[in-house]
């Protein structure tokens, strides 16, 4: 069993930058792979960043280098690291793991999810 929890979500203007973190609770932290996805009001939720458990990385396109995961096995948590926000980065954005330790992007092959944290970025 995985519990998560994000935080680091706020208000900023665009250009700002935010770093989410995502505690995890459990032993096998190390062994899943962790995904940032995000859900605006209306859309589907997105896949943002994922880290394997090797500690590669898959990003969806319009992150374009402005975003970074990244995990700190020892402290059991998940980072990620937002600069250059624009105001359609606005949404609630969660956390993820999934037991098989790989890169999707799907949302359902993720088991545990976080309560969500609120990103806006204000024009």
């Known amino acids: 069993q995985v519990q998560l929890k994000e935080s680091g979500g706020g208000l900023v203007q665009a250009g700002g930058s935010l770093r989410l973190s995502c505690a995890a609770s459990?032993?096998?932290?190390?062994?899943?792979?962790m995904g940032w996805f995000r859900q605006a009001p209306g859309k589907e939720r997105e896949l943002v960043q994922v880290?394997?458990?090797?500690?590669?990385?898959n990003s969806a396109d319009f992150v374009k280098g402005r975003f970074t995961i990244s995990r700190d096995s020892a402290k059991n948590t998940v980072y990620l690291q937002m600069n250059s926000l624009k105001p359609e980065d606005t949404a609630v954005y969660y956390c993820?793991?999934?037991?098989?330790?790989?890169?999707?992007?799907?949302?359902?092959?993720?088991?545990?999810w976080g309560q969500g944290t609120q990103v806006t970025v204000s024009s």
């Open positions: 993820a793991a999934a037991r098989h330790g790989m890169g999707s992007s799907l949302p359902y092959e993720y088991g545990y």
């Open positions: 459990g032993r096998s932290f190390s062994s899943y792979a």
């Open positions: 880290i394997t458990s090797g500690g590669s990385t």
